[in-house]
């Protein structure tokens, strides 16, 4: 499994997180077509970007959406 932590510093009442995870690195990249509604509200909400961490998640303890 492979996972990527975003960081960003917010401006004040933008406060919204949100995990991605994908199978492995190569499935990220092929979802890399942009949503334009998407990139028009991080753009507002965003007041500075920093590097993101890219993982190999080795114990995954997350349960998926739907799972007990």
């Known amino acids: 499994m ?3 932590i975003y960081r ?6 933008m406060e919204h997180q949100a995990c991605a995870r994908w199978p492995d690195e190569a499935a990220r990249e092929r ?22 961490t890219r993982l190999q998640i ?5 349960a998926e959406p739907g799972t007990p």
Not at 8 to 13: Q, T
């Open 2 to 4: 492979f996972a990527v």
């Open 8 to 13: 960003w510093r917010l401006r004040p009442g």
């Open 31 to 52: 979802c890399s077509v942009p949503d334009a509604e998407g990139v028009a509200m991080m753009a507002v909400a965003v007041e500075e970007r920093f590097p993101e």
């Open 58 to 62: 080795v114990d995954d303890l997350l």
